[in-house]
């Protein structure tokens, strides 16, 4: 079993930043893919970026891939969501997720994942 806990949300200005942070127990050397997702009221879930576990590669979505970054930290089993130049329709509710999957045919979409934090609330104001 995994467990995840997400931090970092909060309420931020237009054009601010804002980072997350998202914490795995368990073994990370077996977690293959651990992503970064978002949810907004009355919207699907949006895959943002995915942490390759192989390779340490990244892929973000091309909607985020010029505003936010990301990072991870294996000895921490943490992944780090960092966003920029935030507008309110960053506005969500981030999730982080994973899998032990060992191959996921598309990495950004929610449903191959089979574990989810909670989640941390983001809202940007105007």
């Not at 893919?33 to 390759?52: H, I, K, N, S, T």
């Amino acid at each position: 079993q995994v467990q995840l806990v997400e931090s970092g949300g909060n309420s931020v200005q237009a054009g601010g930043s804002l980072s997350l942070s998202c914490t795995a127990s368990g073994d990370p050397a077996r977690l293959h893919y651990m992503a970064w997702f978002r949810q907004a009221p009355g919207q699907e879930r949006e895959g943002l970026v995915v942490f390759f576990g192989s390779s340490g590669s990244t892929r973000f979505a091309d909607s985020v891939k010029y505003r936010f970054t990301g990072s991870r930290d294996n000895a921490k089993r943490t992944i780090y969501l960092k966003m920029h130049d935030l507008t309110p329709d960053d506005t969500a509710m981030y999730y982080c997720a994973t899998t032990n999957r060992e191959f996921l045919r598309t990495p950004l979409a929610p449903n191959g994942y089979d574990y989810w934090g909670q989640g941390t609330q983001v809202t940007v104001f105007s």
